[in-house]
């Protein structure tokens, strides 16, 4: 088990558009294996590959919330070929510390994709595994949740998180001068 660095807001690569996967070798099994460690440990119920530092078309995800009964998906290249419906429900994200709103997805989604193998993938979702799916296949584009947001809880977030780093900044300088 190997758990990766998640990045977080305002990281540059959570801005990158990802790349298609080409290579389905056993190098993007082993990647994989750790994304989904990653999301179990964090704990989240997905993880693209942005977040973690690789711009490659690859997600994992498991709505599933008992640990017994955990088995996750990987997506790899997804598009969503159809949407439909609309509903508004609470998100959050690994990458963007303590914050929570809710947003506006489609309620049903159809994903045509690659698996771990690259075979053909077809996902039909509804409701909350569509939520993430939204969620994670927007991260592959560069986008975040919270631009989904108003622009006003968005420039109150941004606000907030500036306040919370330069604390976080001033701690640990307090504690490098402690030591020194
Ligand atoms: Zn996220």
Redesign the pocket.
């Known amino acids: 088990m190997a758990l990766l660095t998640i990045l977080k807001f305002p990281h540059p690569i959570l801005r990158a558009k990802a790349e298609p996967v080409t290579d389905f070798g056993p190098e993007l099994a082993g990647l994989v294996a750790d994304m989904a460690d990653t999301m179990y440990d964090a704990p989240g119920v997905?993880l693209?590959a942005n977040?973690i530092g690789v711009t490659r078309q690859i997600l994992v995800y498991d709505p599933e919330p008992d640990k017994e009964k955990r088995a996750y998906q990987v997506v790899i290249n997804p598009k969503i070929v159809v949407a439909e419906g609309e509903e508004v429900g609470e998100e959050g994200?690994?990458?963007?510390r303590e914050y929570c709103s809710e947003v506006k997805r489609a309620w049903k989604i159809v994903v045509e994709a690659q698996d771990l193998a690259g075979q053909p993938l077809v996902i039909e979702a509804e409701d909350f595994p569509a939520r993430i799916l939204q969620?994670?296949i927007d991260?592959l584009s560069g986008v975040?949740?919270i631009d989904r947001i108003s622009a006003l809880k968005r420039a109150l977030y941004k606000k907030r998180l500036k306040k919370m780093l330069l604390a976080e900044k001033e701690e640990q300088e307090e504690t490098q001068g402690a030591n020194g």
């Open positions: 997905g693209a977040q994200c690994l990458s963007v969620h994670e991260h975040l949740f």
